[in-house]
């Protein structure tokens, strides 16, 4: 993992940095007005910027590491700085490679709290982007525990691992996921993480969140071209995403019952992998038609939301890198998002929107099921027919496994991994979500700009 160290101004050498002067406007003459650096003398750019861009701070972290500066003393003049804009601007300065050396005009406290932050972010970023010979199905609940108990202890809370595999007395329960790992060597698991606030193991769960652990994704029979196979290890997205998620609002003073579902698997082929046309019954009484193999990760998240709903939780929200369609309907830069009523909570939307992160609001309809109807089950996985909305018809299937007097939240992780890179990141694992949905677990904004 690239170290990032984060400085205060006045605790540095300024020698030993690349000065970096933000100015907001076009570039001057004799430079085209886009220009992005302008040399200003030895060690010394000025960073052209638009403030009213959308995380701008983030677009220049990203223009800086384009342009292969990861040593910089940033002065950002007369715009304003905050300990959020400086987490953004790192963000889009880290390639997964490189090494960030980076003061900012901030107190040492404000400084220190960009770096908690950051590493937290990128640390799950490099998890996500994590091969999948390195990282398995139980591998990664371990590993997502790991970090969830090591901020469970700093912050004088609890948490608690149960592990649902081949041999426990549960395992049969999880039709999903033993059907979606039946192919592979690496057997599939649900790991089920308690975060106890107070230590005290009563009480109800205020919020469950079910998270897609697809630590490598084949299609199975229904395989996948070579030209989406290569970032299918980052098919585990949403449970990492929601690991980062939960670690962060421990640090910052997560008050409440969470319970986190990790529902793991490889989707795999070999002779003993589902097949299309396999019936299989959920201990809810639904029953699916395969469809398509490559319509997993709805398979396994109806483990995760069953048990769930069996928790009595008072809250569900499942995240999950789920449908080439969310990408088609809003593009890799923002999630899309899901609920029966089709209104958001509003501390859901504040979470996003204090936090700068984006998420859209697509449609659900009770019409929609009729695309996941199955003449030989009672639904498919796999939606079809004219006019098919393919994110809308996948939240549909999910519904069928929420009870209806549970409030539930789904969201598809359109912008979890950048092929090609962007605005704002480097190709890769982005992390998306974790401050947003930090903050909706926590209650805790960040701080505006000072």
Known sequence: MPKIK???????????????????????????????????????????????????????????????????????????????????????????????????????????????????????????????????????????????????????????????????????????????????DNLPCLGIIDYFPDGKKDGDIDISLVGKGITFDSGGYDIKPPSYMSSMHSDKSGAVYLGGALTLAILQGLKKRVRLYLCCAENMLSGKSMLPGDIISYPNGVKVEIGNTDAEGRLVLADGLIHACKAKSKFILDAATLTGAAKIAIGRDMCAAFTPSNELPLDLQHAFKDSMEELWLLPMRPYFKRFILSKRADISNAGTGDGNPGASSAAEFLHCFVEKDIPWVHLDLACAYQKEGSAFYAPGATGATILALAQFLSGKKYEGRI
């Open 6 to 184: 984060v400085s205060s101004v006045k605790n540095v050498n300024a020698d030993e940095f690349i000065y970096v002067k933000l100015k907001d406007g076009d570039a001057p003459k004799p430079f085209n007005k886009k220009a992005k650096l302008i040399p200003e003398g030895k060690n010394s750019v000025s960073l052209m910027v638009n403030k009213e861009n959308f995380r701008f701070y983030q677009e220049a972290g990203r223009s800086l590491c384009n342009l292969g500066i990861n040593n910089a003393l940033i002065d950002s003049g007369d715009i304003p700085l905050s300990v959020l804009d400086a987490v953004w601007m790192i963000q889009g300065m880290y390639d997964g490679k490189s090494d960030i050396n980076i003061a900012f005009a901030l107190l040492k406290k404000d400084c220190d709290k960009v770096a908690g932050i950051s590493d937290l972010i990128i640390d799950f970023r490099e998890l996500a982007d994590s091969d999948s010979k390195t990282t398995t199905p139980e591998s990664l609940v371990k590993e997502v525990f790991s970090k969830v108990k090591k901020a469970a202890d700093k912050k004088g809370g609890e948490a608690t691992l149960k592990l649902i595999k081949k041999g426990h007395k549960d395992y049969h329960e999880c039709v999903g996921l033993q059907a979606v790992g039946r192919g592979s």
